[in-house]
């Protein structure tokens, strides 16, 4: 049985990835030993949901000459990965898969497909998929009766609108996204005005490198933030679940029902 396993792997291509949120994608979908390389960014906890998985591997910082050393058989980067690295390995002969970002778990699912049929896993991408399908009937079993109004408030004062992936993770769990009903689009940032006024009930912070002093986390602090948050209902969701479209995202959804329940 060994001897067949290493056949398999064998016969499977090597895969390397220069780009965040494929990183992470690779990890879910790829065997362990396809994998030659991911990017160093995918080894940082605030940036990556699978860090420590990552950080077996070698990794690059997404130049063509670092992969040259790996020689794989196919390469996945982000649609908006450097141009330049994408085009140059292209020329070299190497298959590039690019992935569009992901702002709906249909397209969560259709990058998981395309990934699994590149490294040889479309087996396995099909059951990933069927698994995120039965994750979602059990997510909406516990969707609470009554919408609560919910707003994502991130380092900087950004939050998330309507037509991207937190928004649609929000639905999911049965909250309203104040911010996407005042019409904010994709991701931009409230005032605290606004803010104020939309009267959400549940406040989700993300944080981000809260150790290191920056303007951007100072706004967290301001006494109006403060004081809603003592009001109202607060949850704290790591970010990396919305950043990169992931079946993994889909955990954001019961962090957010546990925290309505509360």
Not at 60 to 81: H, K, M, Q
Not at 116 to 127: I, P, Q, T
Not at 128 to 134: E, K, T
């Amino acid at each position: 049985m060994p001897g067949l396993l290493l056949l398999i792997a064998a016969s499977l291509p090597s895969v390397a990835s220069i780009n965040l949120c494929a990183d992470q994608l690779v990890l879910t979908v790829a065997a362990p030993e396809q994998i030659a390389t991911v990017s160093w960014l995918s080894a940082d906890p605030e940036e990556s949901l699978l860090a420590a998985e990552a950080a077996r591997y070698p990794l690059n910082y997404g130049s063509a000459e670092e992969l040259l050393r790996f020689r794989p058989d196919v390469v996945i980067a982000g649609a908006y990965t450097n141009a330049f690295t994408r085009t140059l390995l292209a020329r070299l002969g190497y298959r590039v898969v690019d992935l569009e970002p992901e702002s709906s778990v249909a397209e969560i699912e259709a990058n998981v497909r395309r990934v699994a049929d590149a490294v040889g896993r479309a087996e396995h991408g099909e059951s990933i998929v069927a698994d995120m399908h039965a994750r979602l009937l059990e997510l909406a079993a516990h969707r609470p009766a009554r919408a609560l109004p919910a707003v994502v408030i991130e380092p900087g004062s950004f939050t998330v609108g309507e037509h991207w992936l937190a928004n649609e993770l929000m639905t999911l769990a049965g909250l309203r996204n104040v911010a996407a009903e005042q019409g904010l689009d994709r991701w931009g940032s409230l005032s605290m005005e606004t803010l104020l006024t939309s009267a959400p009930e549940l406040v989700v912070l993300t944080g981000y490198r809260s150790t290191q002093p920056s303007l951007a986390n100072a706004v967290l602090a301001h006494p109006a933030l403060a004081q809603l948050r003592a009001r109202q209902r607060t949850a704290f969701v790591s970010g990396t679940y919305w950043a990169c479209g992931l079946p993994q995202s889909l955990d954001a959804v019961a962090l957010l029902q546990a925290a309505a329940r509360q």
